[in-house]
Nanobody, 120 residues
Framework: QVQLVESGGGLVQAGGSLRLSCTAS????????LGWYRQAPGKQRELVAR???????YYADSVKGRFTISRDNAKNTVYLQMNSLKPEDTAIYYC??????????????WGQGTQVTVSS
């Protein structure tokens, strides 16, 4: 089992910045990837950024060049630095941890979510 606790959301004007943090606890040795998803009202949850244990980052096209994902293994924490925020970035942001249960099965763990609101 993995527990995830997020922090850092809030209200910011367009063009501003926020940094989200997510600290993992529990079976952290089993985590293969940490990521951030977001869900806006009336929309499906979407992957924003992910980073693997090998520090290979992935970004959704909509955030490339504006968001940066990083991890601090010593603190069991993953960060999402969000710059040049746009109103369309407004959503609840969820931290995600992926652990392999078997070669064919992956378990997903989720944080409680943190609200990010970008005003125009």
């Amino acid at each position: 089992q993995v527990q995830l606790v997020e922090s850092g959301g809030g209200l910011v004007q367009a063009g501003g910045s926020l940094r989200l943090s997510c600290t993992a606890s529990g079976s952290i040795f089993s985590i293969k990837a940490l990521g951030w998803y977001r869900q806006a009202p009336g929309k499906q949850r979407e992957l924003v950024a992910r980073i693997t244990t090998g520090f290979m980052p992935y970004y959704a096209d909509s955030v490339k060049g504006r968001f940066t994902i990083s991890r601090d293994n010593a603190k069991n924490t993953v960060y999402l630095q969000m710059n040049s925020l746009k109103p369309e970035d407004t959503a609840i942001y969820y931290c995600n941890a992926r652990t392999p249960r078997s070669p064919d099965t992956i378990d997903d763990y989720w944080g409680q979510g943190t609200q990010v609101t970008v005003s125009s």
